[in-house]
């Protein structure tokens, strides 16, 4: 392990928020208060301040900074949000230290957003974590163990029954195929190579595979390949969506139609910037769902 300090951004980054938003399932916080996780291959035991991030990883500070959007100018892209939609300004203000992440592994992403639907937070972090304990040891560092992601060869080896033991339900049977699915178009290489398509190509790709739909093919886009006008629909948008742009939809169920129509309307406003915008209203909505 080797240790760095990163400087923060002048709009800060809350460390615990960002990862605890539902955008990653693997972190936790230790006993000393600082946020041990994976990403792929990489480990990550962080400790922020207002100033800085001091961190002790098995790789180089640039995968942290990738992984928290710290390339970029934060500041000037919540600018950009603000010259499309001046009424933003409080919804921005308050939601500038919670980071957009980009995960490393894209087939990590859809394995993992594949125990999201129809469920909680309590029950997907678990069911993630057992994925999970398939995945070759990398540490131990005070109790917890730090792993690899499993491979989509050793997804695909995991049966239905034992995931039915370990109470993932319908999800027992669809993940295993899935990765399975993913192998049979050429594995992990084949995922990393949709970074190089258009995203409405990659998204198309995407949902040709079983128990992945619109909403779940734009997490991946936005979190595993990084596309920044991927916008993902799911409750907490389509509810800030229907207030702010669609009252007429209000009450009113979320159609393939109107999925688009929300998309859209974002990348319209906001274009390279809509899966940040999205970011905003998900995470505003989903902190008044908390209260």
Same mark, same amino acid.
């Given at each position: 392990?080797?240790?760095?300090?990163?400087?923060?951004?002048?709009?800060?980054?809350?460390?615990?928020?960002? @990862?605890?938003?539902?955008? =990653? +399932?693997? &972190?936790?916080?230790?006993?000393?208060?600082?946020?041990?996780?994976?990403?792929?291959?990489? =480990? &990550?035991?962080?400790?922020?301040?207002?100033?800085? @991030?001091?961190?002790?990883?098995?790789?180089?500070?640039?995968? /942290? !900074?990738?992984? /928290?959007?710290?390339?970029?100018?934060?500041?000037?892209?919540?600018?950009?949000?603000?010259?499309?939609?001046?009424?933003?300004?409080?919804?921005?203000?308050?939601?500038?230290? =919670?980071?957009?992440?980009?995960?490393?592994?894209?087939?990590?992403?859809? @394995?993992?957003?594949?125990?999201?639907?129809?469920?909680?937070?309590?029950?997907?972090?678990?069911? *993630?974590?057992?994925?999970?304990?398939?995945?070759?040891? !990398?540490?131990?560092?005070?109790?917890?163990?730090?792993?690899? +992601?499993?491979?989509?060869?050793?997804?695909?080896? =995991?049966?239905?029954?034992? %995931?039915?033991?370990?109470? #993932?339900?319908?999800?027992?049977?669809?993940?295993?195929?899935?990765?399975?699915?993913?192998?049979?178009?050429?594995?992990?290489?084949?995922?990393?190579?949709?970074?190089?398509?258009?995203?409405?190509?990659?998204?198309?790709? %995407?949902?040709?595979?079983?128990?992945?739909?619109?909403?779940?093919?734009?997490?991946?886009?936005?979190?595993? /390949?990084?596309?920044?006008?991927?916008?993902? *629909?799911?409750?907490?948008?389509?509810?800030?969506?229907?207030?702010?742009?669609?009252?007429?939809?209000?009450?009113?169920? @979320?159609?393939?139609?109107?999925?688009?129509?929300?998309?859209? %309307?974002?990348?319209?406003? #906001?274009?390279? %910037?809509?899966?940040?915008?999205?970011?905003?209203? #998900? #995470?505003?909505? /989903?902190?008044?769902?908390?209260?």
């Amino acid at each position: 392990m080797r240790s760095f300090e990163i400087p923060l951004p002048k709009v800060g980054l809350d460390l615990g928020r960002t @990862l605890t938003s539902g955008q =990653v +399932f693997r &972190w936790h916080q230790l006993p000393d208060g600082a946020w041990a996780g994976t990403d792929d291959d990489c =480990v &990550w035991i962080i400790k922020a301040d207002s100033e800085r @991030l001091k961190v002790q990883s098995t790789h180089h500070p640039d995968r /942290l !900074i990738h992984f /928290l959007g710290l390339d970029r100018d934060r500041e000037a892209d919540f600018q950009r949000i603000l010259a499309s939609e001046p009424t933003w300004t409080a919804r921005v203000a308050h939601r500038k230290n =919670v980071a957009l992440l980009r995960c490393q592994n894209p087939a990590e992403v859809l @394995l993992s957003f594949l125990c999201t639907a129809n469920n909680h937070l309590s029950r997907i972090v678990p069911m *993630v974590h057992y994925l999970a304990s398939r995945g070759d040891l !990398i540490l131990s560092y005070q109790g917890w163990e730090a792993r690899k +992601f499993p491979t989509l060869h050793q997804i695909a080896q =995991v049966t239905e029954a034992e %995931l039915r033991s370990a109470g #993932f339900g319908y999800r027992s049977a669809t993940i295993p195929l899935v990765a399975k699915a993913v192998l049979d178009q050429g594995g992990e290489e084949w995922f990393h190579s949709l970074r190089g398509k258009p995203y409405e190509e990659a998204s198309e790709s %995407l949902i040709q595979f079983r128990s992945v739909g619109r909403k779940l093919a734009d997490c991946i886009c936005l979190y595993g /390949l990084h596309f920044g006008e991927s916008v993902p *629909v799911d409750t907490h948008l389509w509810q800030a969506a229907t207030t702010l742009y669609f009252p007429e939809w209000q009450g009113k169920a @979320l159609t393939e139609t109107r999925y688009k129509a929300v998309g859209n %309307l974002m990348r319209s406003k #906001f274009g390279c %910037l809509a899966g940040l915008a999205h970011h905003l209203l #998900f #995470f505003e909505n /989903l902190e008044k769902r908390r209260k």
